[in-house]
C-alpha cells in the first residue's frame, strides 16, 4: 500500500519562474493538504483540497495557487518565484477533510531558488 | 491560535534514557497530534490524543493531555539512536482543516 508520493523530489529554479510540485494522496484517502517548511521552521499550512475544491487557504500569496484532480492526486503551483520559496513542500492526506484525523505525510519535494 | 509550541528546543540524551518533551497551546482543542520528522523526510504521525483523554500509549511512547493547563507531553522511554528527529506538537479543532506546527524539539540521541 503506496503512501504519499511527491514529486520531484527536488528541484533548482531561478527567480521568475514558475514551478509545479505533484502529489498523490495514500490510498483510500481523498483530502489533500500543502505545507512549506523552511530550514529550522516547522510546517506552514498553504491550502487543502477536499471534493477538487480549495477548503481552507493559510497566510500565502496568490502566486501560490493549487489543483485537485478527480482521482484525489494535488498540485500545487507557485508563479513568479521569489528567493524565500525556497523551502521544503510537503503534500499531507487524510481520509476525510478537517483536522480531526492523522494527516499521512510525503517526504516532499525540496525547492531551491537561484 | 491553535498553534503548539513545544519545549525544550532542542535536547541531548544519552541513548537508554527517557526523552520528555513539553506542548503548551493557547485555545480549546478536540484533539492534539504529535509528529517526529528525521532530517530531510516528511513528518510521520505518532499519537493522536483527545481531548477527553489524559493518556495515551503506543510501544514506548506516552503522551500526556491536560487540558485545564493548556499542555501536552511525549515521552519516550529507552531511547534509541533512531529516535533522533525533531518532534512537533499540533493541537486542532476537529473543524479546522489545518495544522498548525511550532518550531518543534530537535532530539539527539547519543549512542
Known amino acids: 500500500d503506496a503512501g504519499v508520493t511527491q514529486s520531484p523530489t527536488h528541484l533548482i529554479k531561478t527567480r521568475g519562474q514558475q514551478v509545479t510540485l505533484r502529489c498523490s494522496p495514500k490510498?483510500?484517502?481523498?483530502?489533500v493538504s500543502w505545507y512549506q517548511q523552511a530550514l529550522g521552521q516547522g510546517p506552514q499550512f498553504i491550502f487543502q483540497?477536499?471534493?477538487?475544491?480549495?477548503?481552507q487557504r493559510g497566510n500565502f500569496p496568490d502566486r501560490f495557487s493549487g489543483h485537485q484532480f478527480p482521482n484525489y492526486s494535488s498540485e500545487l503551483n507557485v508563479n513568479a518565484l521569489l528567493l524565500g520559496d525556497s523551502a521544503l513542500y510537503l503534500c499531507?492526506?487524510?481520509?476525510?477533510?478537517?483536522?480531526?484525523?492523522?494527516?499521512?505525510f510525503g517526504d516532499g519535494t525540496r525547492l531551491s531558488i537561484l | 491560535s491553535q498553534q503548539g509550541e513545544e519545549d525544550p528546543q532542542a535536547l541531548s540524551i544519552q541513548e537508554g534514557e527517557n526523552a520528555t518533551m513539553n506542548c503548551s497551546y493557547k485555545?480549546?482543542?478536540?484533539?492534539l497530534q504529535w509528529y517526529r520528522q528525521n532530517s530531510g523526510r516528511g513528518l510521520v504521525h505518532l499519537i493522536l490524543?483527545?481531548?477527553?483523554?489524559r493518556e495515551k500509549h503506543s510501544g514506548r511512547l506516552r503522551v500526556t493531555l491536560d487540558t485545564s493547563k493548556k499542555s501536552s507531553s511525549l515521552l519516550i522511554t529507552a531511547s534509541r539512536a533512531a529516535d533522533t528527529a525533531s518532534y512537533f506538537c499540533?493541537?486542532?479543532?476537529?473543524?479546522?482543516?489545518?495544522?498548525?506546527f511550532g518550531s518543534g524539539t530537535r532530539l539527539l540521541v547519543r549512542p
Open positions: 499540533a493541537p486542532a479543532m476537529d473543524s479546522s482543516y489545518k495544522l498548525i
Open positions: 499531507a492526506s487524510s481520509p476525510h477533510q478537517g483536522a480531526k484525523q492523522p494527516q499521512h
Open positions: 490524543i483527545r481531548s477527553n483523554e
Open positions: 483540497y477536499y471534493e477538487e475544491e480549495e477548503r
Open positions: 490510498s483510500g484517502h481523498d483530502t
Open positions: 485555545t480549546s482543542i478536540n484533539n
